[in-house]
């Protein structure tokens, strides 16, 4: 019997289902990192200076670490990461909340749901953070741990009280409003 000209068939996953998940979880993960901000609107040098008083950098911190959320997790955990070059077990367990900050926090097309109440993003940055921090601190790889976290949350703390917060908001508006005026230009063309 011949099989000429049938196109076969089959219910195990092939490549095809291999590369169509690689680039959902490519797009997912661009997608995800969307509420990074801008490398160069957080470290531009016009935007930089000392604040007033302690209530102005107090009031700094606040908004720079909501609107930077995303590039300050970043930096804390390059900064945990550098640290853990040279303890290869606190390496792997660092690599593997990789996976899961991964499949938690980037690639989640919605909210997480527990037990059917939705959990907030900033509640799952938080407890995949604990659980990080924990877990590295059970691989004897403490000191490197509570250095390179407070190096990180100095370098937080001293970039968003340094950076002015009054410009944040101005360049998205100023964003959305020059989208109409490109349109109307490309419309009279």
């Known amino acids: 019997m011949t099989t000429y000209g049938t196109i076969p068939t089959s219910s195990s996953p092939g490549p095809s289902a291999n590369i169509e ?14 509420d990074r901000r801008p490398w160069k609107l957080m470290f531009n040098i016009r935007s930089f200076n000392f604040p007033v008083n302690l209530s102005d950098a107090i009031s700094r911190v606040r908004s720079n670490v909501a609107y930077f959320r995303m590039n300050y997790a970043i930096i804390v955990l390059f900064v945990l990461f550098l640290s853990l070059l040279w303890q290869p077990i606190s390496l792997i367990v660092f690599v593997a909340m990789m996976a899961a900050w991964l499949v938690l926090y980037f690639l989640l097309d919605e909210p997480l749901v527990i037990f059917r109440r939705t959990i907030d993003d900033r509640v799952v940055l938080i407890v995949l953070g604990v659980l990080t921090i924990v877990f590295l601190l059970l691989t004897d790889a403490t000191p490197n741990i509570l250095w390179s976290l407070l190096v990180g949350a100095v370098v937080v703390l001293v970039h968003a009280s340094f950076r002015r917060s009054d410009d944040l908001y101005d360049e998205e508006s100023a964003d959305r409003n020059q989208a109409p005026e490109s349109n109307k230009e490309k419309g009279k063309g």
């Open 21 to 34: 998940y690689l680039s959902r979880a490519k797009k997912r993960i661009k997608e995800g990192l969307g």
